[in-house]
């Protein structure tokens, strides 16, 4: 069975630019989380979507957004890139909104690089 | 908000020799709690979880972990490491974020080093 998939693993922008990323939950799994990890810092919470509908959002700018397509998959997308936006992206997906009863499988995530 | 502190940012630890990664978090209500480990240039893998009922937590690879509400910690033990548990592991602890949903808040991480 195919895991978590994220595209493009790597990549490399410039300040100012926008970015998509992309995720493949694992299927049968209708919800996915993203999160970012900055080098040397533990994920942080970005967002949330289950059945194609925004369910959290954390602390970050408008920059920053998302959405579900019906097929599940999902788009994170960054505008104006900052150098701070450099990262590792990951998704998670689950099969509801819950953690407790569900639990979460990451992908390998995607290394953005701004310059 | 919920808050994880992972007190160690790095355990060295001599090959087959016992570990205790040490984790605390911030909450006076009912929390599901998890260990992740993360090798080099890879995601998260779930390593254990707490989630109800016995308190400590094993996993298929010779980890544990020890839940305790008092003192609101989830430390993580092996008694004998191998090389290959060499890797990143991060604690993390259920949030509600609104809308039936919640979200995992992460420690900053313990890097631990197995020396041959």
């Known amino acids: 069975d195919a895991g978590v998939t994220q595209s493009p693993t790597h990549l490399i922008k410039t300040r100012g630019q926008h970015v998509t990323l992309r995720c493949s939950p694992i299927?049968?799994?209708?919800?996915v989380s993203w999160y970012q990890q900055v080098l040397g810092q533990g994920p942080q919470f970005i967002f949330q979507y289950y059945e194609k509908e925004e369910r959290g959002r954390g602390n970050f700018p408008d920059r920053f957004s998302a959405r579900q397509f019906p097929n599940y998959s999902s788009e994170l997308n960054v505008n104006a890139l900052l150098l701070g936006d450099s990262a590792l992206y990951l998704c998670a997906s689950s099969l509801g909104p819950g953690t407790g009863t569900y639990g979460y499988t990451f992908g390998s995530g995607t290394r953005l690089t701004v310059v | 908000a919920q808050s994880v502190t992972q007190l160690d940012s790095q355990v060295p630890v001599f090959e087959e020799a016992p570990v205790e990664l040490r984790c605390n978090y911030s909450s006076s209500v009912s929390v599901y709690l998890f260990w992740y480990v993360q090798y080099p240039n890879q995601g998260l893998q779930l390593l254990l979880k707490?989630?109800?009922?016995?308190?400590l937590v094993e996993s298929i690879n010779g980890f544990e972990a020890e839940f305790n509400k008092s003192q609101t910690s989830f430390h993580l033990r092996k008694p004998s490491v191998h090389i290959s548990d060499t890797a990143e592991y991060f604690c993390a602890v259920t949030e509600y974020s609104g809308a039936g949903s919640y979200q995992l808040t992460f420690g900053k991480g313990t890097k631990l080093s197995v020396i041959p």
């Open positions: 707490y989630l109800s009922g016995s308190t």
């Open positions: 299927s049968g799994h209708k919800s």
